[in-house]
């Protein structure tokens, strides 16, 4: 027997069961079948919504880097300066931590020069370039910190995420270590 479709099914509760999807099983596993299943409809129920696997993979890579940004852009209220940075980035790796595959997902955005994805990684640009302002960054200079800081971040999940952290240290002092050294190579605020 088929599955029934849902009656007022939308965009957001296709796009929480993906993320399900991706983080219980990894991206590999987010396939309109698999969705479809999940969800319990059929799989031509999900082109109402987007086009084939390439348009939910768009979808489901904005859907996580606004959550990252939500995430920081929390984790900045009330704080500044130093704290602030150490704040965001705590936020970026706490959310890769929790969601895995929703995080592996915003890698996967089709086309960088895409509206809709530069729209939703402007965000994450500008809440950072805000709070590194502190450090009197202008122009290109506070893209090239921007850039700096994503790849620690975004490295220090990936070891993470794979195992390769294997000392007996506290990653969370680590990773506190790791972004201060970076932040005394911006200069004192």
């Known amino acids: ?15 929480d069961a993906a993320g399900e999807l991706a983080d219980q099983y990894g991206m590999q596993e987010v396939t309109l079948a698999n969705l479809a299943k999940k969800l319990g409809i059929r799989p031509p129920s999900l082109y109402n919504h987007f086009e084939g696997l390439p348009g939910l993979r768009k979808k489901l890579s904005i859907y996580g880097i606004e959550k990252i940004y939500e995430e920081m852009a929390d984790a900045a209220i009330g704080v500044s300066g130093t704290e602030a940075v150490l704040a965001i980035s705590k936020a970026y790796v706490n959310f890769a931590r929790k969601h ?88 004192e605020e």
């Open 100 to 187: 895995p595959g929703i995080y592996e997902a915003t890698l996967f955005a089709p086309d960088p020069g895409d509206k809709d994805v530069q729209q939703a990684g402007a965000k994450i640009v500008d809440l950072s370039v805000r709070v590194l302002q502190v450090y009197h960054l202008k122009g290109d200079l506070a893209l090239h910190a921007v850039r700096g800081l994503r790849s620690i971040l975004h490295g220090f999940s990936a070891l993470e995420q794979r195992g390769g952290f294997k000392l007996s240290l506290d990653l969370d002092e680590s990773l506190m270590f790791i972004i201060k050294a970076f932040l005394v190579g911006l200069g």
């Open 1 to 15: 027997m088929s599955p029934r479709p849902k009656i007022g099914l939308d965009l957001t509760t296709i796009l």
